[in-house]
């Protein structure tokens, strides 16, 4: 496709359950990056990937989140045991090099968690 | 405190009006500087992007960067409704888009 892509744009999902967002980023492309936005604010740093590898994952809020791109392409977020306060939007930008001036941002998740 | 403070909003200028953004922040480190438009339900969109302080024109859009007052503003000449969206500075120490740190976005709406 021309742009990221994230699956699903939406998901509601119950307490305690688990769920899994992904990210298929633009072809060619070896940083991926997950950042997540709350109602009324920026996007928040969660993870970042350069190539397969988790360059840095400081941004996850806890051990509930986890993040893979085993073949160096689609990443996928992963969150255990679900709780309300991680109902947002979960966005992903990928770029073709760390150091490019422009990351594309796909359409994000909205996850909601009832 | 937050690292970078932006007004929230909401902006609201009629057509044509010149319309004026900004954010401050407290961090030294950062270097690099970012406007994304982010229209409702949608990813963030990259505007422009500059380093250190100056000047950045790309058509109806400036971006001002001043380092010494921590301070950059966004610029929009000749508002289109178009142009109705949520406005979100962001920065970095680093070229890149490893930890960005965004503002909280300031809604505009452009009335025509």
């Known amino acids: 496709g021309a742009g990221v892509s994230q699956t699903p744009s939406n998901k509601v999902t119950e307490k305690g359950k688990y769920v899994e967002l992904r990210c298929d980023p633009i072809?060619?492309?070896?940083?991926l990056y997950w950042y997540r936005q709350s109602l009324g604010q920026g996007p928040e740093f969660l993870i970042y990937f350069q190539g397969t590898g988790a360059a840095d994952d400081s941004g996850l809020p806890n051990d509930r989140f986890f993040a893979v791109r085993p073949e160096g392409s689609v990443s996928t977020l992963k969150i255990q045991r679900t709780e309300r306060g991680d109902s947002a939007m979960y966005l992903c930008?990928?770029?073709?090099?760390?150091?490019?001036?422009?990351?594309?941002f796909g359409q994000g998740t909205r996850l909601t968690v009832v | 405190q937050k690292e970078v403070e932006q007004d929230p909003g909401p902006l609201s200028v009629p057509e044509g009006a010149i319309v004026s953004l900004n954010c401050t922040y407290s961090?030294?480190?950062?270097?690099?500087f970012m406007w994304y438009r982010q229209y409702s339900r949608k990813g963030p969109e990259l505007l422009m992007y500059?380093?250190?302080?100056g000047n950045k024109e790309d058509g109806r859009f400036t971006a001002q960067v001043d380092k010494s007052s921590k301070y950059i503003s966004l610029f929009i000449r000749d508002s289109q409704p178009s142009d109705s969206a949520t406005y979100l500075c962001a920065m970095s120490p680093w070229g890149g888009y490893q930890k960005v740190t965004f503002g909280t976005g300031t809604k505009l709406q452009v009335i025509p």
């Open positions: 072809s060619g492309h070896t940083a």
């Open positions: 500059t380093y250190s302080s």
């Open positions: 930008a990928s770029s073709r090099r760390t150091v490019d001036t422009e990351a594309f």
């Open positions: 961090n030294s480190a950062f270097q690099y």
